[in-house]
Antibody, heavy 124, light 111 residues
Framework: QITLKESGPTLVKPTQTLTLTCTFS??????????VGWIRQPPEKALEWLAL???????RYSPSLKSRLSITRDTSKNQVVLTMTNIDAMDTATYYCAQCRGDYGDYLDYFDPWGPGTLVTVSS | QSVLTQPPSVSAAPGQEVTISCSGS????????VSWYQQLPGTAPKLLIY???KRPSGIPDRFSGSKSGTSATLGITGLQTGDEADYYC????????????FGGGTKLTVL
C-alpha cells in the first residue's frame, strides 16, 4: 500500500520561506517510472500543480512559480521536500503531495495516490 | 483562468446520468492522456480515471472517461448522493507554458 503524508508549518509570515515535507511509504523514488509531485489548492479554488521530481532526480516546475520553488528528495528518508520562497497571502492553500505514475515506461501521466494535504496560512 | 475549461457546475437527480466536459488544445488534451480526479468535501482528490478511459481498481464502472480531439469527458451513471463532489481533469501540456495542467473543476450536485 502506498501512502504519502505532508508536513510543515500551518502558519507562515509574509516574506518567509515555506518548507514542506512529503513522507511516503510503499514506493521507491529511485524506481524507474516513479515521480512525486506537489499540488496546492487555495480555499474554495481549483487545484494548481506546482512541481514534480522524477526517479532520476529530474525536476519540473510551474513556470509562474519556478523562481520561488525548489523540489528535492531524500531517498534514504523516503521524503520529498518543497521549498517556496518569499511567501505572501496568495500562497495560503492546502498543499498536497502525490505519486505521479504511468503505464507507459517513462511517461508519467496521472497522480495516485494523494496525501491528505496540509493547510498553510500566510498571515502576519 | 485554467488552461483546461470545465463547466463550473452540473446537476442531476439520483439515478440519472451526467457528463462533465474538459476542453483544451492540441498541446495538452490533443497530444496527451487525460486523468480525472474526484474531490469529496473536505478530502484530498482521488484518481477516478486515467489514460483517458481507464478506471483504477475499486472505481465502479458507473464512472467512465473518453477523449476526442482536444476535449475529454467524464461520465457518471446511476448518480448517488455520495457522488456529490468536485471533479477535475488533468493532463500534461507540451507547450511548457505549464507542464502539468488541471481544469478549473466542476461541482456536481445530486438533487
Amino acid at each position: 500500500q502506498i501512502t504519502l503524508k505532508e508536513s510543515g508549518p500551518t502558519l507562515v509570515k509574509p516574506t518567509q520561506t515555506l518548507t514542506l515535507t512529503c513522507t511516503f511509504s510503499g514506493l521507491s523514488l529511485t524506481t524507474r517510472g516513479v515521480g512525486v509531485g506537489w499540488i496546492r489548492q487555495p480555499p474554495e479554488k481549483a487545484l494548481e500543480w506546482l512541481a514534480l521530481i522524477y526517479w532520476d532526480d529530474d525536476k519540473r516546475y510551474s513556470p509562474s512559480l519556478k523562481s520561488r520553488l525548489s523540489i528535492t528528495r531524500d531517498t534514504s528518508k523516503n521524503q520529498v521536500v518543497l521549498t517556496m520562497t518569499n511567501i505572501d497571502a496568495m500562497d495560503t492553500a492546502t498543499y498536497y503531495c502525490a505519486q505521479c505514475r504511468g503505464d507507459y515506461g517513462d511517461y508519467l501521466d496521472y497522480f495516485d495516490p494523494w496525501g491528505p494535504g496540509t493547510l498553510v496560512t500566510v498571515s502576519s | 483562468q485554467s488552461v483546461l475549461t470545465q463547466p463550473p457546475s452540473v446537476s442531476a437527480a439520483p439515478g440519472q446520468e451526467v457528463t462533465i466536459s474538459c476542453s483544451g488544445s492540441s498541446s495538452n488534451i490533443g497530444s496527451n492522456y487525460v486523468s480525472w480526479y474526484q474531490q469529496l468535501p473536505g478530502t484530498a482528490p482521488k484518481l477516478l480515471i486515467y489514460d483517458n478511459n481507464k478506471r483504477p481498481s475499486g472505481i465502479p464502472d458507473r464512472f467512465s472517461g473518453s477523449k476526442s480531439g482536444t476535449s475529454a469527458t467524464l461520465g457518471i451513471t446511476g448518480l448517488q448522493t455520495g457522488d456529490e463532489a468536485d471533479y477535475y481533469c488533468g493532463t500534461w501540456d507540451s507547450s511548457l507554458s505549464t507542464p502539468w495542467v488541471f481544469g478549473g473543476g466542476t461541482k456536481l450536485t445530486v438533487l
